[in-house]
């Protein structure tokens, strides 16, 4: 049996979020993203932030005894794609705290959701970071690579009962403002990094953690991607999330949940390029009628709707799937993730075509909408690594769970 509608509580956060984004956000994103361009580091809507606290919209991902909504994963696509809709950058730092400060809510000790969660609720602007990228480890992170030199390089060694943590992490999101950092580290250099590294939890202010520069992205720079640069941080065994040499397993990624939501960066993009493109299409006269009365503008638009509906419903399914962890099937959650990249940069470069002369310059949304959707190329993994666990899944091969 297949249902399709929304539950009472998915529409009503669907409309808090919709309201939010038209009075927040939809009036700030163009200036936003004109500052980034000076300022990468000083252009995040910090006021938005706070007013998303305020309607209760930071905590949503937190369990319900901690006052959060305690998302699924289908509620966490269907959410994040309005805000992707509207500004992606800021929409995926929603996506980061949702997921992370859940990730700490389900598997952090009681000890560990005092000390972390509690402050965080308590702050109205406080967001909360993964580091796993470094200068020389990337895509060996997340598609099992068996050797031991690859892969993450950050070290942790045991000094009685702390950990002492040395190297550099980059690309991290939201690091130029998060105030509670998850780091992975290796701390089994002989064993390969799915195997030999572990999740410390740390707060900003620990001695030896510095925010290096802030990356200056072409696109999805609410972000705030920044480089984390750690000097003899010392963390308490106590500040192990899940375990050590547990930093990838399938607890650490959870459980596969994490693809559809990144597949959704894709869709929301679309939907937001094709919405600006068919309203420009409606009220734009050209020989005398609205665009859209000419078929080859109304053909572009049906096929960027077409797009945007079957990467939904690739992403719904992948979401029921991880959901329903018994239905669970890791291809359907390749498949989304890398159709909505297709689908974003199709969308969004047919936006640009929409607008004519105008989707050309900076003026006009389509541009941007172009840039952020190139950020899908590389979140959690790359668009080819995508395709090759679908691949290597055909060939009978498990790959990891993200
Ligand atoms: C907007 C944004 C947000 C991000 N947020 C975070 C974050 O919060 N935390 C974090 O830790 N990281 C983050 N990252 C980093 C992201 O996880 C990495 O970019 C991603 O894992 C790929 O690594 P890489 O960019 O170093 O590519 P590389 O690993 O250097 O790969 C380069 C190219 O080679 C290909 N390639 C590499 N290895 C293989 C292989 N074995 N088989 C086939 N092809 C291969 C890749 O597909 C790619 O095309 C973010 C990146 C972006 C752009």
Sequence with gaps: MVDMRLTDEQ?????????????????????????????????????AL????????????????????????????????????VEPGFAATFHQVWRLSQHIGREGTE????????????????LISIGQTEPGSGTDNTFPYRGVEGGIQLSAVKEGNEWVLNGTKHFVACATLARIFIVVGRTDPRA????????????RDTPGLRIGRTHDKVGGALLMNAELILENVRVPESDVLIGVNEGFSDRARHYGRGAPMVATFGLGIARGAYEAALSHARKTIRSGKPLIRNDAVAVRLADMLTLIEATRSAIWRAAWGSDNREHYVQRDA???????????????????????????????????????ALMTNHINNTVDVRLLKIGRSLAGQMVSTL
Excluded at 13 to 31: D, N
Excluded at 62 to 76: A, F, K, N, V, W
Excluded at 338 to 363: L, P, Q, W
């Design 50 to 85: 706070k007013a998303a606290s305020k309607m209760g919209l930071r905590t949503l991902g937190l369990p319900r005894g901690l006052g959060g909504r305690d998302l699924d994963t289908l509620t966490h696509c269907i959410l994040l794609e309005e805000v992707m809709a």
């Design 334 to 372: 390749a498949i989304s993730s890398y159709f909505s990249t297709v689908c974003a940069r199709s969308v969004c470069e047919n936006a640009m075509h929409i607008f004519g002369k105008d989707g050309y310059t900076r003026g006009f949304p389509a541009e941007k909408f172009f840039r952020d």
């Design 192 to 203: 390969p990094a799915p195997e030999g590294a572990t999740q410390f939890l740390m707060w």
């Design 11 to 47: 529409l009503e956060l669907q409309s808090l979020v919709r309201e939010f984004c038209e009075k927040e956000l939809r009036p700030i994103a163009a200036e936003c993203d004109r500052k980034s361009q000076i300022d990468p580091a000083g252009c995040f809507p910090i006021e």
């Design 111 to 126: 000890e560990q959701k005092k000390k972390y969660l509690l402050p965080f609720i308590e702050d109205d602007t406080c």
